[in-house]
């Protein structure tokens, strides 16, 4: 999923020495014993360097840039920014490589990956799949569901079945459900986390990321606010964490592993790459 697609993150600009070390720590003294236990340091990885070097290469393609400039202008009369998108194949995102994505689902499963090719994963609100891309291949099966018709069409280029965005949840079990960065940009989080209950094998898991601080945005509606808005408390990245995990406590999610990374975002002329604080989450439905 890209970030401009459903609305104006506000991401970092600001080019700080070192910053990458400070991507992926949070304060455990403000935390739980339980999300001290769950979580999971991260570093950055080889397909993350390789993530920013191309983000570097491609900021300094002057005609390229200038194109993008250009075309944005003049289709953002016609077509929304995830369209655009879609159709000038820009603005890739980053959120976890393959490797870190294999090292949450295995402490998840108490060191078992739980991945083979009778696997299957879905991704919601897939954007360009260029997140899920990274690691879907690690599942025999790959879905998506997308509402921009450019974006699906790109998904289904890369492999993935895209479905229906009302009913994908019925009929059909998945052993992964994916919502990478989506329940702060839709318009009703708490249906879509309780149709991914519904849509997991018994010992399916979600994997979920958002953005801290916390704040809704759903592009498709005038005022931008969701019909359902998660109850979200707290300055600290700390303290929403510790919020967020509450929540899903109460819609019958038990939390297996977490983390925080960077969610990058290719750049531009101005600078190479952006990015915004993001917390990686595997959750499990408690059992009833």
């Not at 393609?61 to 194949?89: C, M, P």
Request: charge should be neutral; aromatic fraction near 12%; proline fraction near 4%.
């Amino acid at each position: 999923m890209e970030i401009t697609k459903r609305s104006p993150y506000n991401f970092h600009k600001l080019k700080i020495p070192n910053v990458e070390k400070s991507w992926y720590q949070v304060d455990k003294s403000k935390l739980s014993p339980e999300l001290q236990e769950k979580f999971v340091q991260l570093h950055p990885d080889k397909e993350t360097q390789e993530f920013l070097s191309t983000s570097i290469d491609k900021s300094s393609w002057v005609w390229t840039q200038l194109w993008y400039i250009l075309a944005k202008s003049f289709l953002r009369h016609f077509w929304t920014t995830t369209d655009i998108n879609g159709w000038l194949g820009r603005g890739s995102m980053f959120v976890l490589s393959s490797a870190q994505t294999k090292t949450l689902l295995s402490r998840a499963r108490a060191g078992r990956s739980g991945i083979d090719k009778q696997s299957t994963l879905v991704d919601i609100g897939a954007g360009d799949g260029e997140v899920s891309r990274r690691y879907a291949d690690l599942f025999g099966t790959k879905y998506a569901t997308e509402i921009s018709a450019s974006m699906r069409k790109v998904l289904s280029g890369k492999g993935f079945t895209v479905l229906d965005v009302e009913d994908w949840w019925k009929g059909q079990k998945f052993s992964c459900v994916c919502m990478m960065n989506l329940v702060d940009r839709c318009m009703r989080p708490r249906t879509m986390l309780q149709q991914a209950r519904e849509a997991l094998t018994p010992d399916g898991l979600l994997l979920l990321a958002l953005v801290l601080p916390y704040k809704a945005y759903v592009e498709a509606t005038s005022d931008h606010k969701p019909e359902e808005r998660l109850p979200i408390t707290g300055i600290t990245f700390e303290e929403q964490v510790s919020s967020f995990v509450e929540f899903m406590r109460g819609l019958g999610w038990e939390i297996a592993s977490w983390s925080r990374v960077p969610y990058l975002c290719e750049g531009d002329f101005a600078q190479a790459y952006y990015w915004l604080d993001d917390s990686i989450y595997v959750f499990r439905p408690i059992e009833s």
